[in-house]
């Protein structure tokens, strides 16, 4: 079975720290995602990766970054959080064909305060 | 913008009852075709992935009707469990678009 493991269920941080959301698959796979996910809203994709070192903007990256210097790692950054982004992260992955289907981690409940 | 859209729901069904739901898809050129369940405060996980030919697991039926670009779920003989959050999920250019979601509550 794929494992995505995601650090960190819970999360509390205040305004204007810098946040870090670590994400590991287990499977090698090439292709990585990070989601947030609010009420109403659904899935949005906030940054992906098909390779290491590499990183594409999904539909809302502003105040995020990501880093991939492993495979096996995707990581998400909130340089500065802010209230806003209070919600719950989802990191997925996938196999090389970015149409093939998405394993999701546990998630991160995080507040920003 | 390329989107799926569903019907947000709730859809309230007894148990044992048969119920369908249907997404809609923009993207013409999509190619894979999935549907995620999703429980409350849970991540979402694949359900089953949806062929040209209709495809069936147990209870679970999926058909995709590529000229109308439309994906439908029919669950039969509902169960208490089965009460969740269906995403159904379109290729996208790169990547996979996700649906909002079709809540489903099964009573007893």
């Known amino acids: 079975d794929v494992k995505v493991t995601q650090s960190s269920r819970y999360l509390v941080k205040r305004t204007g720290e810098k946040v870090f959301l670590e994400c590991v698959q287990d499977?090698?796979?090439?292709?990585m995602f990070w989601y947030r996910q609010d009420p109403g809203l659904g899935l949005r994709l906030i940054y992906f990766?098909?390779?290491?070192?590499?990183?594409e903007k999904g539909d809302i990256p502003e105040g995020y970054s990501v880093s991939r210097e492993k495979k096996e790692r995707f990581s998400l950054i909130l340089e500065s959080a802010s209230t806003n982004q209070t919600s719950m992260y989802l990191c997925?992955?996938?196999?090389?064909?970015?149409?093939?289907?998405?394993?999701f981690g546990d998630g991160t409940r995080l507040s920003i305060l | 913008r390329k989107e799926v859209e569903q019907d947000p729901g709730p859809f309230n069904v007894p148990e044992g009852a048969t119920v369908a739901f249907n997404c809609t898809y923009s993207?013409?050129?999509?190619?894979?075709f999935f549907w995620y369940r999703q429980d409350c405060r849970k991540e979402p996980k694949l359900l089953m992935s949806?062929?040209?030919s209709g495809n069936e697991d147990g209870r679970f039926t999926a058909q995709l009707n590529r000229a109308s670009q439309y994906i439908s779920l029919l669950i039969r003989d509902s169960k208490l469990s089965d009460s969740a959050t269906y995403l159904c999920?379109?290729?996208?250019?790169?990547?996979?678009?996700f649906g909002k979601g079709t809540m489903l509550l099964v009573s007893p």
């Open positions: 997925a992955s996938s196999p090389r064909s970015g149409w093939e289907p998405q394993h």
């Open positions: 499977m090698d796979h090439e292709n």
């Open positions: 990766s098909y390779d290491v070192k590499m990183k």
């Open positions: 993207n013409s050129a999509s190619q894979s």
């Open positions: 949806v062929y040209s």
């Open positions: 999920v379109a290729s996208g250019y790169s990547t996979l678009t």
